[in-house]
């Protein structure tokens, strides 16, 4: 087992010292602490997605100071969570006293993955909609003209979790080109997804 540890903070001119004090205190090894600059919001956090995908195994524990250093957005927290969780790997947020190993800890667990469920089931839905929405206008349902909001979140949520673009395109019913170039923010709807990040966090 290995102790990883996360630490993110927004601008160039942030500092990391306070986080990577924790992470240290903790015990995590200075060559095991991931270090990255990049907004929450932003779908583009190279570090944390390589540490996610490449890096953790079964066993492994991620230290992180607050939940909010995997995203400003609360359902990819959930779905962050819940797919480490099945993967083995433990999660402890400091400042949040929350421990994945820990019987507690498991159940806050078991509660994000029935919340995580929840959000799953209500993608589905709104994707099963959006198709019999496109159809009833004559569109074919897998080539969206263009990309709504709520259909970049989820296909960058899914892609967050490692998810091919396949894998993606068969979730959210939009092409696999058109997931790909979501990720390289070429659609129509990445202006309205950049406008709907800057409206105020629900609590």
Known sequence: MTLYGYARVSTEEQSLERQLDALRTRGVAAEDIHQERASGASERRPVLDRLLADVLTAGDTLVITDLDR???????????LD???????????LYENVDTSTADGLFSVTILG??????????????????EAARARGRHPGRPVAVTPEQYE?????R??????????????????TVSRIC????????????GQQAPLQQ
């Open 70 to 80: 995997l995203s400003r957005r609360t359902a990819r927290i959930i779905l962050t």
């Open 83 to 93: 797919d480490l969780a099945s993967r083995g790997v433990t999660v402890e947020s």
């Open 114 to 131: 029935a919340l995580a469920q929840r959000e799953r089931d209500r993608i589905r839905e709104r994707t099963r909609a959006g198709l």
């Open 154 to 158: 989820t296909v960058l949520m899914l």
């Open 160 to 177: 967050d979790l490692g998810k091919s673009y396949r894998q993606v395109a068969a979730a959210t019913g939009v092409s696999a080109s």
């Open 184 to 195: 390289r923010e070429e659609t129509p709807g990445h202006e309205r997804y950049r406008q």
